[in-house]
């Protein structure tokens, strides 16, 4: 079975730094997919941060901007580096896999806001004071 994991969520304090991972497993070698980070506070919806095509590593962001988020692959993981934390940045955060043999779907994905990704880790809060 396919799985996603993230991990490295924690307390921090406004203005510093943070790296979520997320660790796949189960994958066949053939498959690709959009990897995406997402993040959800109480009361809110599931806002998408950054995402990444497994076949090319490209990446996309919304509004075609990086801001203070920064997704990378580091060996079996995709990492999402969050930089110049702030209080607002408190929430839930989730990775989610939408497999796709067109790396175009991940930017479709990303710059609609869209949720229709088939797989989600169970998350990792971050809470920033």
């Known amino acids: 079975d396919v799985q996603l994991v993230e991990s490295g969520g924690g307390s921090v304090q406004a203005g510093g730094s943070l790296t979520l991972s997320c660790t796949t497993s189960?994958?066949?070698?053939?498959?690709?997919?959009?990897l995406a980070w997402f993040r959800q506070s109480p009361g809110k919806g599931r806002e998408p941060l950054a995402s990444?095509?497994?076949?090319?590593?490209r990446t996309y962001y919304p509004g075609y901007r990086r801001g203070r988020f920064t997704i990378f692959r580091a060996g079996a993981k995709v990492d999402l580096l969050m930089s110049s934390l702030k209080p607002e940045d408190t929430a839930t955060y989730y990775c989610?896999?939408?497999?796709?043999?067109?790396?175009?779907?991940?930017?479709?994905?990303?710059?609609?806001?869209?949720?229709?990704?088939?797989?989600w880790g169970q998350g990792t809060q971050v809470t920033v004071s």
């Open positions: 189960g994958f066949a070698s053939t498959t690709t997919y959009c």
């Open positions: 990444i095509y497994s076949a090319t590593g």
């Open positions: 989610a896999t939408h497999s796709t043999r067109v790396g175009g779907v991940c930017e479709y994905l990303m710059h609609t806001a869209s949720t229709d990704y088939e797989r």
